[in-house]
């Protein structure tokens, strides 16, 4: 009897909950979509108001709900539109002009006319895909970052198997060739899985910058600090290293909720550090009339730029985050006790 108590309990807080959703008026739902809105939340704001529209379709909302739908789909933030055409460019003619290479010939009429097809498809595909779309610079931050990521895993990876080839020439073209496919793929599938969402730059810009300072310290450490002479050992690090520095700032983006500006004077700290080991190596062996080791110098000049980064943290930890200044808020969900003349029950509010 106590476990029917408990679900009818339960059923009659379900069912008030979702009568009090319905009390809502039109015009309170779509001063939600407002808020969205203004928070940046497009996506979200949209699919209330279309909500509005098809629920309440004879009202005045609905038809404020319906223009400002109109006023969305005309209004394409191009804030990233200039990078993304030249990186656009860039790729498209890096992939044609390896044609001629491949085909293992200096014919300079072939050479030219890739070359000249290459800028000129990277125009027109780039404003194919920018054509009445959202390309923020969150958006190429995303796109670059990972075609560059990848071009670097992949010639990481190549550096390690590219032995197992005999062929000298064998090895460059597919070294040539696997450039190419992997910088078009790469670009391809990035632009594909988020053109449609409304990605934070800031998120885009920090987890690049992970990626970025993962490789200086990754080939500093292996390379002058341990000096380590294993090559195919030194690549793997380099690949692996910062694809997971990467990953893990992916995952904890929201967790430590910073901006791009905060992300940014915190490479700037870490290359004064950086700068500050430098100048400190020079004071010392002018001092001390003694040269030192490059193994010691290495280290002077990374354990600056780390300490310069951990001081650009502490004193930015007061800065607004992506959150207060953009709308990249994370989901929240409250519960709270809602009354109403003959009825009672909890009411859900969700706010991301």
Known sequence: MKKLTVVILFLIICSQTLLFAQDETPWEIYSKGLELLLDGNKEAAKEIFQNISENYPDTEAAAKALEKIREMKNEVDHSGIIPFYLGTMLTTTFALTTIPIILDTE???????????????GFYTAWLLSKEKDLTLGHDIWIEFIEAASLTNFQLFYNVFSGQIANDDTAEKINMGGMALTALGSRAFTYFSIIDSHPSG????????????????????????????????????????????????????????????????????????????????????????????????????????????????YFTRNMKSDSHIRGYNKAELFFQPSFSQGAAGFSALIRY
């Open 107 to 121: 014919n300079g009429i072939l050479l030219g006319s890739t070359g000249i097809l290459g800028v000129g498809s």
């Open 202 to 313: 800031g998120r885009a810009f920090s987890v690049a910058n992970a990626y970025a300072w993962a490789q200086y310290y990754t080939w500093t450490t292996m390379g002058l600090v341990i000096e380590s002479k294993n090559d195919d050992l030194n690549n793997l690090m380099a690949a692996l290293i910062p694809d997971a520095a990467a990953v893990g700032m992916y995952f904890l983006w929201e967790n430590l909720d910073w901006s791009l500006q905060r992300t940014g004077l915190i490479t700037v700290s870490g290359a004064g550090g950086g700068l500050l080991g430098i100048f400190l190596n020079m004071i010392i062996v002018e001092s001390f009339n003694s040269e030192l080791s490059d193994r010691l110098k290495s280290s002077v000049v990374m354990a600056f730029s780390l300490a310069g980064k951990g001081a650009g943290i």
